[in-house]
């Protein structure tokens, strides 16, 4: 029997670091809570990115939700947010009660179109009001265009929040994504290029980051006041991650640079094995940047007889994963209320069905694969999805 292959699963050290350090906790107690690995896991990460600070979490959207704390988004504002992504950017703004104004993309790095941004701000500017804050996404682990997109929030003096949620690894102009904007997010959610079993961190970049990362440690830790009894002023979370899976993070922190090496691999492997095929193309790759490729993303010409779903099709028959490009946010139900600013003018429904739109993140959704992206995959996996995906075009 063939064996299931996984778009992208939790893939441990060959070393097995991980075990060590949740060896080390359980024999010094340490289950709970924080603990020694929860300050080495954040030191670790500063110093391999190059980042302020940083703060373990329970999860990339909880580091979200406290980096639009921390740049004071409140009840009425709004933020500007790229809207091809992942619904846990977006998310957060809303349970501050702040209205999300959505992004779109651009073709040379599917990710927010700095075009688009500047229309926004624009707009917005006519009717006397500026967002509190830009969240620009790394989608895939490419690389968004983030020094002008920096560039344009810096002229507006309005903070960026970057999610690198799916970029852990991706370097830019020679410094790693999440390091850029006054706040970066990291996922470590099972399905990522690294996994703690479930988590995030935030990375503070700011001016007064000690400052800011206090704030968010207490924030985060329920916001306990210095006193004798439970006292508190403000409302808070319990978002800190645990010394146990943080344990986990940092044996995985330890082979990254692998995983970067054999998603880069994949894709390649793809490229090199399908790209002959009329209608493919691949995610962009921009040329400053040095991608993780998280996930290995097709996208089928306009034309091309195959459609992404006849090759999800196919591959499931063969027990293959794979999944569509995220659905953009401006075309949610949940958030149909929400503006929607693109570069691209008279947007018109292009698929009733998915309800795709001639938008640049419309049509990368309608037209875009995720493939399987395991790190664990062989190259004999590799050749089977090949197979499968070729006999389409038979
Ligand atoms: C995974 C992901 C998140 C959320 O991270 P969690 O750790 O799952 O909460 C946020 N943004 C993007 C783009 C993601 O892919």
């Given at each position: 029997?063939?064996?299931?292959?996984?778009?992208?699963?939790?893939?441990?050290?060959?070393?097995?670091?991980?075990?060590?350090?949740?060896?080390?906790?359980?024999?010094?107690?340490?289950?709970?809570?924080?603990?020694?690995?929860?300050?080495?896991?954040?030191?670790?990460?500063?110093?391999?990115?190059?980042?302020?600070?940083?703060?373990?979490?329970?999860?990339?959207?909880?580091?979200?939700?406290?980096?639009?704390?921390?740049?004071?988004?409140?009840?009425?504002?709004?933020?500007?947010?790229?809207?091809?992504?992942?619904s846990a950017s977006a998310n957060p703004i809303v349970y501050e009660r702040a209205v999300p104004v959505f992004i779109d993309s651009e073709t040379e790095t599917w990710n927010m179109s700095p075009q688009a941004l500047?229309?926004?701000?624009?707009?917005?500017?006519?009717?006397?009001?500026?967002?509190?804050?830009?969240?620009?996404?790394?989608?895939?682990?490419?690389?968004?265009?983030?020094?002008?997109?920096?560039?344009?929030?810096?002229?507006?003096?309005?903070?960026?929040?970057?999610?690198?949620?799916?970029?852990?690894?991706?370097?830019?102009?020679?410094?790693?994504?999440?390091?850029?904007?006054?706040?970066?997010?990291?996922?470590?959610?099972?399905?990522?290029?690294?996994?703690?079993?479930?988590?995030?961190?935030?990375?503070?970049?700011?001016?007064?980051?000690?400052?800011?990362?206090?704030?968010?440690?207490?924030?985060?830790?329920?916001?306990?006041?210095?006193?004798?009894?439970?006292?508190?002023?403000?409302?808070?979370?319990?978002?800190?991650?645990?010394?146990?899976?943080?344990?986990?993070?940092?044996?995985?922190?330890?082979?990254?640079?692998?995983?970067?090496?054999?998603?880069?691999?994949?894709?390649?492997?793809?490229?090199?094995?399908?790209?002959?095929?009329?209608?493919?193309?691949?995610?962009?790759?921009?040329?400053?940047?040095?991608?993780?490729?998280?996930?290995?993303?097709?996208?089928?010409?306009?034309?091309?007889?195959?459609?992404?779903?006849?090759?999800?099709?196919?591959?499931?028959?063969?027990?293959?994963?794979?999944?569509?490009?995220?659905?953009?946010?401006?075309?949610?139900?949940?958030?149909?209320?929400?503006?929607?600013?693109?570069?691209?003018?008279?947007?018109?429904?292009?698929?009733?069905?998915?309800?795709?739109?001639?938008?640049?993140?419309?049509?990368?959704?309608?037209?875009?694969?995720?493939?399987?992206?395991?790190?664990?995959?062989?190259?004999?996996?590799?050749?089977?999805?090949?197979?499968?995906?070729?006999?389409?075009?038979?």
């Amino acid at each position: 029997m063939k064996q299931h292959i996984f778009l992208a699963s939790p893939h441990m050290s060959e070393e097995g670091y991980e075990k060590q350090y949740i060896k080390e906790a359980f024999d010094t107690n340490w289950i709970a809570p924080l603990g020694k690995n929860v300050t080495e896991f954040e030191n670790e990460m500063v110093r391999k990115l190059g980042a302020g600070r940083a703060v373990a979490l329970s999860a990339g959207t909880a580091a979200i939700h406290m980096a639009l704390k921390a740049v004071g988004v409140g009840q009425g504002d709004i933020v500007f947010c790229q809207s091809l992504t992942f619904s846990a950017s977006a998310n957060p703004i809303v349970y501050e009660r702040a209205v999300p104004v959505f992004i779109d993309s651009e073709t040379e790095t599917w990710n927010m179109s700095p075009q688009a941004l500047e229309l926004a701000f624009d707009k917005y500017a006519k009717m006397g009001r500026r967002p509190k804050a830009v969240i620009v996404v790394h989608l895939y682990g490419i690389s968004a265009k983030i020094a002008e997109i920096k560039e344009i929030c810096g002229r507006y003096q309005v903070p960026l929040i970057e999610d690198a949620a799916e970029s852990l690894g991706t370097v830019y102009q020679g410094r790693y994504t999440g390091t850029f904007g006054d706040y970066g997010i990291i996922s470590f959610n099972g399905n990522k290029i690294i996994t703690s079993s479930g988590g995030g961190m935030l990375l503070v970049n700011t001016e007064d980051a000690q400052e800011k990362a206090q704030k968010v440690l207490y924030w985060a830790t329920q916001a306990r006041e210095p006193a004798p009894w439970y006292q508190h002023t403000e409302i808070g979370y319990n978002y800190r991650m645990s010394n146990i899976v943080a344990g986990i993070g940092r044996g995985q922190l330890k082979v990254l640079d692998r995983r970067v090496e054999k998603k880069r691999y994949i894709l390649e492997y793809y490229r090199k094995h399908l790209g002959d095929l009329p209608g493919i193309s691949f995610m962009p790759m921009p040329q400053e940047a040095y991608c993780n490729c998280w996930l290995s993303v097709l996208q089928l010409a306009e034309n091309c007889p195959v459609k992404p779903k006849d090759i999800m099709r196919a591959l499931a028959e063969d027990d293959v994963e794979s999944r569509p490009v995220w659905k953009p946010m401006h075309l949610q139900p949940i958030f149909a209320g929400c503006d929607f600013v693109s570069q691209v003018q008279d947007l018109c429904i292009l698929e009733e069905e998915s309800g795709a739109d001639s938008s640049v993140s419309g049509q990368i959704f309608a037209r875009g694969i995720c493939m399987p992206s395991d790190s664990k995959m062989t190259d004999e996996d590799l050749q089977r999805i090949c197979d499968v995906v070729r006999e389409l075009w038979k």
